[in-house]
C-alpha cells in the first residue's frame, strides 16, 4: 500500500442529494480545478455489488489529468461524465461508462496537495442531471 503522504482517495458514492448513483441516471462532476495533486490524479468506477471494475464498450475503467483527449472547458475547468450511455460524440472524451446499476467512482490523488489533508480541499459533489 502506499503511505498518505503519497496517496489519497477520495469515495464519491452519493450525488449531492446523497442518493446512491445508479447508471439509469446521468450525472457530472464538475471541478472548478484539477485536484490537487503532485504526480496525477484519475477517478475510477467501481460496481457497487463487488467493488470490481466496470466492463464497458470503449474500455475505460477510469479517467483523469493523464486521460488522451481529455477536454478542459473555456475556463481551466473540467467536466466528467458519470452514466451508463454516451453522453453523445462530443463529450465521450470525458466519459467515465458506468454500470446499469449501482457504482461507486473513487478518486484517486498521488502525491496529495496539503489541502487534502488540512480539509481546505474537498472534492465537488456529484450532480444529477435532468
Do not use: C
Not at 442529494?17 to 462532476?29: C, D, H, I, T
Not at 472548478?32 to 467501481?46: G, H, K
Not at 449501482?102 to 496537495?113: H, I, K, N, S, V
Amino acid at each position: 500500500g502506499n503511505h498518505a503522504y503519497e496517496a489519497a482517495y477520495a469515495f464519491l458514492w452519493t450525488d449531492e442529494q446523497g442518493e446512491k448513483l445508479n447508471g439509469a441516471q446521468r450525472y457530472v462532476l464538475h471541478f472548478e480545478e484539477q485536484p490537487p495533486a503532485e504526480a496525477f490524479w484519475s477517478l475510477t468506477m467501481y460496481d457497487s455489488q463487488n467493488y470490481y471494475l466496470v466492463a464497458n464498450p470503449i474500455n475505460r475503467y477510469s479517467i483523469g489529468d493523464r486521460t488522451p483527449g481529455i477536454q478542459y472547458n473555456e475556463d481551466g475547468s473540467l467536466d466528467l461524465y458519470l452514466q451508463h450511455e454516451s453522453p453523445g460524440p462530443e463529450r465521450e472524451s470525458n466519459w467515465l461508462p458506468a454500470p446499469a446499476g449501482d457504482f461507486r467512482p473513487t478518486l484517486r490523488m498521488y502525491q496529495p496537495g496539503e489541502g487534502v489533508f488540512d480539509g481546505s480541499w474537498l472534492p465537488p459533489s456529484i450532480k444529477r442531471l435532468d
